[in-house]
């Protein structure tokens, strides 16, 4: 067994060659990433990055293992975490790493006596004894030919697997092989285009079948449902759908296809079909017909086949532009469906205008395969910055009569003053109840400004534009009248507030100006009187993000986390929040109300010891025009804070308060003013939209 051992002991120095980031450090040790970032700066002999970049520095974890042993900081490590730092550690790629893991913990939960006979014998016995039951498990739940027939089984892989099936002991082998996942997925965000778990529970809704199936995936006696989506990511679209017996999963990137059919192996119990290849070049399904495509296309492709594909008996509405890859994908999935079946594709706004496409949306209206156009609020899916749509179509059964009205939604306005993630429930059920009514009866509700179904003949124009706004009846002006008259009373009371709030008449001191020691915010922060730490908007978890906007305005946080493998720091009552870029003399003190939010790139965050700093008073005297000039630098185009050069006067914590009271009050009063300002501007905007439209007279 010489040459078994000797790949073993190389396996083993590759493995203790590892890297760890700082974040993966502090999750080591149980703390923050600040106390690492502290631990760096003092102590000396804090391992030295061996990779990585120089603001996102790697450290050797044998070396960082070490290390904190010695200084006894090693905290206890979960098994999940110890799971993973053996995923990301793997010679050959976290994805290889995950595939295999993720086949072991498909036999631990299908073959459970067979995996324990199996861990009962050595790493390199397990090895050999593994492959033919593996194969077997593979090939029951994804059927001949499935694309993880090359799974590699060496020796030196085996204590990864057994790692994992202690996790699946813990957690479930489903479970735990989501949470490998989704440390994967978090750590490397910029290498996917994640679908969100809300909107891919949305769109599989508007899937479903009329009454829909309400028991659980692939039950027992469960009429046939075969689902389809040909561009699956991770399958996060598939494993939202409920009662499939039969999923057919396709991806262009092989990693993705093979994590894609583990998933959803582990998920259910459904049939999972799984194909590596491009779906419109090579459609691995294309003898297949199913109940249900979902989709989420990749946006704005011009290299999607046009040339080659000219001739596609696909294009049964129009032959696609170059600059229409979408509608390519339209048609892909309605060439999969059986008559009546239904599709859901997550789509950019352009393609329900782009006067390229007009004549292919034409057709889809006049044959009835288009039912539904819905506009989501930003944020719904990446790119987060535009409102995508979702486009619900139908395999029309010959001889059918088409509908003679399409179904547009628009649900910005349900996300218009709140954080999408809490809005996002009334999201779904408003989507989902108009899709059912109309489905039902071909008729919907109207819903001002929401909801309405538009007769085809009035969309076949020369634009043939589907964009749900242009098409709605606006919402009732500001609610209409009743609405503004209670707009007119809180403005009333507001501006009642504010003149109440004003502030005295300046007066001079008594015995002239005196100007006490000075000192700055990075002597404090190293003399420890307060905490300075960059926003990223980013980091683990669903805390939502305070962005620069909503300083400047005063609002609640508006932003969404981008998903990162750092632990993020959460705003905490009496921090200070100043942004770094705009040169504007700004800083917000954090109350209960924006407690718990992440800050956003472009802001500072300052926490002050309370024994030793009053936050008003240091809010107070960041936000002084002279004090912000001095620490700011100009580039060509932008004007930058440097935090840390902003001074403020040394003054004992008793004086400190009274200056804090006063800022306080100034803070009130601006915050009146604000809401004066936003009212003001409400009742003016109402009372023009009311006279326009009839809802409000002149008189």
């Known amino acids: 067994m010489p040459e078994e051992n000797a790949a073993a002991e190389n396996a083993a120095a590759e493995v203790t060659a590892a890297e760890v980031t700082a974040a993966e450090v502090a999750r080591l040790a149980g703390v923050g990433r600040a106390a690492v970032s502290n631990w760096r700066r003092r102590h000396a002999d804090f391992p030295k990055p061996v990779g990585g970049t120089e603001t996102s520095p790697s450290f050797s974890l044998d070396e960082v293992e070490h290390w904190l042993r010695a200084q006894g900081k090693l905290a206890e490590v979960p098994l999940r975490e110890r799971v993973w730092q053996q995923i990301a550690a793997h010679p050959g790629g976290a994805v290889v790493a995950l595939v295999q893991a993720g086949g072991a913990l498909l036999v631990v939960r299908d073959r459970p006596a067979d995996w324990l006979e199996l861990t009962a014998v050595s790493d390199a016995r397990m090895a050999t004894l593994l492959r033919p039951v593996l194969d077997q498990v593979l090939g029951a739940r994804l059927g001949p030919g499935h694309t993880l027939a090359e799974i590699p089984l060496r020796p030196a892989a085996m204590p990864l697997l057994r790692a994992a099936a202690e996790l699946a002991a813990e957690l479930g082998a489903r479970q735990a092989f989501e949470f490998l996942l989704g440390r994967h997925l978090d750590a490397n965000p910029r290498q996917y285009t994640l679908t969100p778990d809300g909107l891919a529970g949305l769109m599989a809704a508007l899937a479903e079948p009329s009454g829909a199936r309400t028991g659980s995936t692939g039950a027992a006696g469960a009429a046939p449902f075969k689902v389809l989506d040909p561009a699956c990511g991770t399958g ?51 003898q297949d017909t199913v109940d249900a495509v979902l989709c989420h296309p990749p946006f704005n492709e011009r290299a999607w086949g046009h040339e080659e594909l000219a001739y596609d008996p696909r294009w049964e509405y129009g032959f696609p532009a170059r600059t229409e890859s979408e509608l390519a994908w339209v048609q892909h999935a309605l060439a999969h469906l059986r008559e009546g079946g239904t599709a859901v594709l997550l789509m950019p706004p352009a393609v329900a205008a782009r006067r390229s496409g007009r004549r292919i949306r034409a057709d889809l209206l006049r044959r009835g395969a288009l039912r539904a156009v819905v506009a989501l609020p930003a944020g719904a899916a990446p790119p987060y910055g535009i409102p995508l749509h979702l486009w619900v179509l139908r395999r029309p059964a010959p001889h059918a009569a088409p509908p003679a009205g399409l179904l547009l939604i628009d649900t910005a306005a349900l996300a218009a003053d709140d954080r999408l993630r809490s809005a996002w429930p009334a999201v779904h059920e408003a989507v989902q109840d108009a899709w059912s009514a109309y489905d039902r009866t071909g008729s919907v509700a109207r819903a001002p400004g929401v909801s309405r179904v538009v007769p085809v003949i009035e969309l076949l124009d020369d634009d043939v534009d589907l964009t749900p706004a242009r098409h709605l009846p606006p919402p009732t002006a500001g609610g209409g009248p009743a609405e503004l008259t209670a707009v007119r009373e809180r403005l009333g009371e507001t501006l009642g507030r504010a003149a109440r709030l004003t502030p005295p008449a300046a007066a001079a001191p008594a015995g002239g100006t005196v100007r006490p020691p000075m000192t700055t915010v990075g002597e404090l922060a190293r003399a420890g009187a307060l905490e300075l730490h960059t926003g990223t908007g980013g980091g683990t978890g669903s805390a939502p993000v305070l962005t620069e906007q909503d300083v400047y305005t005063g609002s ?27 040169g504007a003399a700004i800083a917000r003190v954090v109350d209960e109300a924006t407690a718990g939010a992440v800050p956003g790139r472009g802001l500072a965050l300052l926490r002050p010891d309370p024994d030793a700093l009053d936050p008003w008073f240091l809010a107070g005297f960041l936000r002084g025009t002279a004090n912000t000039r001095r620490a700011s630098s ?66």
Do not use: I, K
């Open 236 to 286: 996060t679209l598939l494993r939202a759908v409920r009662g499939a017996t039969a999923l057919y999963a396709q991806d262009s990137t092989p990693e993705l296809a093979a994590l894609a059919a583990l998933r959803l192996a582990l998920n259910g119990t459904p049939q999972v079909r799984a194909a590596a290849a491009d779906s419109l070049r090579a459609d691995a399904f294309a």
């Open 556 to 582: 609640g946080p508006s932003g969404t986390l981008a998903p990162t493998a750092d632990e993020p720091v959460l705003t905490a009552p009496g921090d200070v929040l100043v942004p770094l870029v705009g």
């Open 634 to 699: 100009h580039a060509s185009t932008a004007t930058r804070l440097d935090v840390r050069r902003l001074r403020l006067p040394r003054l004992p914590l008793a004086q400190q308060q009274g200056y804090g009271l006063r800022f306080q009050a100034l803070a009130e009063f601006e915050d009146a003013l604000r809401l004066a300002g936003r009212l003001g501007e409400q009742l003016v905007q109402g009372f023009h939209d009311g006279l326009s439209d009839g809802t409000v007279t002149p008189e």
